[in-house]
T-cell receptor, first 112, second 112 residues
């Protein structure tokens, strides 16, 4: 199956700093999503971005499908940005349609 | 705006008991997915439905697990003869075909 690797595994920032999270995947994908998981376990949709660049406030994401990676940028980080960030992909090949394969996540801690 | 809902939010049971979880997807979504997440890991795919048809099951879904979506709306996931290894967060998601998945708040299962 497809492999999804996220880096770094852990990231500690001071409030106001910028950061970049990376997601590498091993094969062609139909879809790619970024999520933020809050302390209660809820997965919050950040971006649906199989290719290209999108921005939403302080967050932006870029997926370069031909090179099999995606980047999530967080600017001017706030303590409320803390949590786990997941990248998830839908593999294009075989007979597996629709299911998401998740990376291991990046644990972000923002200190005041 | 009615998102994906799951019930119960928490379930504590004794080993060997049967449990059933319910998921209500976003109303116009025809795809419904079940995932399982253990501590420190990303969610893992269990099964998915398109309308009432169960189209794929993961090898993680042993014969003690069964899922249904009888009228193409809500879905249930039943675990028979629970084991301590079944303790996890069970997540439900829904989507339109070939589109962004939205997750519910999850059901946290603890097997004593």
């Amino acid at each position: 199956g497809i492999q999804v690797e996220q880096s770094p595994p852990d990231l500690i920032l001071q409030e106001g700093a910028n950061s970049t999270l990376r997601c590498n995947f091993s094969d062609s994908v139909n879809n790619l999503q970024w999520f933020h998981q809050n302390p209660w376990g809820q997965l919050i949709n950040l971006f649906y971005i199989p290719s290209g660049t999108k921005q939403n406030g302080r967050l932006s994401a870029t997926t370069v499908a031909t090179e099999r990676y995606s980047l999530l940028y967080i600017s001017s980080s706030q303590t409320t940005d803390s949590g786990v960030y997941f990248c998830a992909v839908e593999y294009r090949g075989g007979t597996s349609y629709g299911k998401l394969t998740f990376g291991q996540g990046t644990i972000l801690t923002v200190h005041p | 705006d009615t998102g994906v809902s799951q019930d119960p939010r928490h379930k504590i049971t004794k080993r060997g008991q049967n449990v059933t979880f319910r998921c209500d997807p976003i109303s116009e979504h025809n795809r419904l997915y079940w995932y399982r997440q253990t501590l420190g890991q990303g969610p893992e795919f269990l099964t998915y439905f398109q309308n009432e048809a169960q189209l794929e099951k993961s090898r993680l879904l042993s014969d003690r697990f069964s899922a249904e979506r009888p009228k193409g709306s809500f879905s249930t996931l039943e675990i028979q003869r629970t084991e301590q290894g079944d303790s996890a967060m069970y997540l439900c998601a829904s989507s339109l075909v070939d589109n962004e998945q939205f997750f519910g708040p999850g059901t946290r299962l603890t097997v004593l």
